[in-house]
């Protein structure tokens, strides 16, 4: 019986042995964590910005009367397109028509009143230095002569005045563009100081797009810009509709407000696009989509290799000095396109890990290839290094190849 235990407890040990030479065997079979790598270098990035805003008319004009009176007629028609002076309203011109007359007659009167006083006091000068008349009767001649002059003036002034409120009667578009609805019909009374106008006109080829940006924004920028670490973008800006799609055509940024709108906190910028098919109306949702800046000396980084700890804190991997995986904290704060933009944490050269950062810790021995290698797009299973190390020294098949070129690689 004895026996028989000593005989059991001596297997086990021997199957215990050969399991953990087995797996002390497959371990060092399996070998450093293949990995894929980019190597990295500094580029300048364009800072894209994209800012909602709405879009507002090039040029708007309230048509207005600036006489009183009945309208007679109105020449145009509603939502259609006018140009600059061309004839929209007629105000009913009797009154005017009489008081243009009337300045008119008077203006003759004084211009007689005159032509008499003048000639008055011409006859009257030798008179005076012959002394046939006073010298105050030749003053007073003189003086009346002047006066009648001054009424003349008056009077061509009175006549000047009254033109022009007859003209005033037909009211002209003051620019070109879009007509709105007539907010007074033919009939009405109109006044030149009423408060409501007769109709609006919006210019809208080309249009605005006024957009806005947080102050908080603008001042990140500005000092990025004094200290050098941007450079000034582009003017050129992208819109996007409401709807998703891309406006088809590209406009500039205008100039920005010099003040900051206190109750929301922004900042307004205004950027001007063609519009020559009248897609855009004024008071249209939009996106803007422009380079504000260029940031300069960063690190363009695979997303997938950005790595993240419990706080946040962006961190990758780079391969090391022998064959080593090192943790290195960086500066990745937003994206361009499908990158990482880091601006601190990397040198130019740096091996950044790509593929295979699953698990992997610092200080981890690692078997780096060329991430866009075909080697690295096909992970070597656990295990396969023991088979391709035979499979290569027998010139094995495909797995016997990639464990082979594992075997050189590392």
Request: glycine content about 12%; aromatic content about 6%.
């Amino acid at each position: 019986m004895l026996s028989r235990t000593l005989t059991i407890f001596l297997l086990a040990g021997v199957a215990a042995g050969c399991s953990g030479a087995s797996k002390e065997s497959s371990s060092r079979q399996r070998g450093p964590t293949q990995v894929g790598f980019v190597v990295v270098s500094p580029t300048s990035v364009p800072l894209l910005t994209q800012l909602d805003g709405r879009t507002s008319a090039f040029q708007t004009s309230e048509v207005r009367p600036q006489v009183n009176g009945i309208v007679r007629k109105r020449l145009f028609t509603e939502g259609g397109y006018v140009r600059a002076g061309q004839p929209l309203y007629q105000i009913d011109p009797s009154i005017y028509e009489a008081a243009a007359d009337q300045a008119s007659a008077n203006l003759s009167a004084a211009q007689a009143t005159a032509s008499a006083a003048q000639t008055r006091a011409a006859r009257y000068r030798p008179l005076a230095q012959m002394q046939a008349i006073s010298q105050q009767d030749y003053t007073d001649a003189a003086a009346q002569a002047r006066q009648a002059q001054a009424q003349v003036s008056q009077n061509a002034a009175a006549l000047r005045t009254a033109r022009i409120n007859l003209r005033y009667t037909s009211i002209p578009a003051p620019i070109s563009g879009h007509i709105g609805r007539s907010l007074f019909t033919v009939g009405a009374l109109v006044t030149a100081s009423q408060a409501s106008p007769l109709a609006v006109i919006q210019n809208t080829d080309p249009i605005y797009v006024d957009i806005q940006q947080s102050s908080a924004d603008m001042l990140t920028l500005r000092r990025e810009l004094m200290v050098g670490g941007v450079s000034p973008g582009s003017t050129q800006v992208r819109l996007k509709l409401d709807d998703g799609s891309d406006y088809g055509y590209t406009g500039t940024v205008q100039f920005n407000e010099v003040t900051v709108d206190q109750t929301t906190g922004t900042v307004t910028l205004r950027a001007r696009f063609p519009n020559p098919k009248g897609l855009l109306m004024p008071g249209m949702f939009a996106s803007a989509i422009f380079t504000q800046a260029i940031d300069n000396n960063v690190f363009l980084v695979p997303q997938q290799a950005i790595v993240r700890d419990l706080g946040g804190k962006a961190a990758v991997f780079v391969v090391g000095p022998g064959g080593k995986a090192v943790r290195r904290v960086v500066d990745a704060t937003r994206t361009y396109q499908s990158y990482w933009v880091v601006k601190g944490g990397l040198n130019k050269g740096d091996k950044v890990i790509t593929q295979g950062t699953n698990g992997l810790k610092n200080g981890m021995a690692v078997r780096a290839v060329p991430a866009s290698t075909p080697e690295r797009l096909i992970p070597r299973a656990p295990g396969a290094g023991g088979k391709g190390g035979r499979g290569g020294g027998a010139g094995g098949g495909g797995g016997a190849g990639q464990g082979g070129g594992g075997g050189s690689a590392g």
